[in-house]
């Protein structure tokens, strides 16, 4: 397998920057692309779910993806030390009805030598939002580098 730079250990500078590629990732909606930053063997719980491997990996976003429609996520670097990295997001979606929701969540990462993360858990809370209270506004795909971030939507 190919390194995935930025490789452990991370500085905030690295750190950031893996968030970022992350978010990007998700961003795109491409099961195949975003299960290539994961080990072969990647562990992760997502709310009650829990999913092992690549293949497991590709089917949970296909999943979710149909379902949650028009998604659009910012991560935010919270915390790394070495190998791992702590980071909050929200996500704004709809699904099949236009119901608007926006969905956070905390996120703990460990990455192996190459930069694949291994480990992935995730904790998600949904609330339903009106479409007049979506914050997340660019056109699918990547996040704008001058849209602004977590933090500065206050959230």
Known sequence: MTARPPVPPFTRGTAAEKVRLAEDGWNSRDPEKVALAYTEDSRWRNRAEFVTGRDAIVGFLSRKWDRELDYRLIKELWAHDGNRI??????????????????????????????????????????????????????????????????????
Do not use: Q
């Open 86 to 155: 702590a980071v909050r997001f929200a996500y704004e979606w709809h699904d099949d009805s236009g119901h608007w929701f926006r969905s956070y969540g905390n996120e703990n990462w460990e990455f192996d030598d190459d930069g694949l993360m291994r480990v992935r858990h995730a904790c998600i809370n949904d609330l339903p939002i009106a479409e007049s209270d979506r914050k997340y506004h660019w056109p699918l795909g990547r996040r704008p580098d001058d849209h602004p971030g977590l933090s500065d939507l206050g959230l």
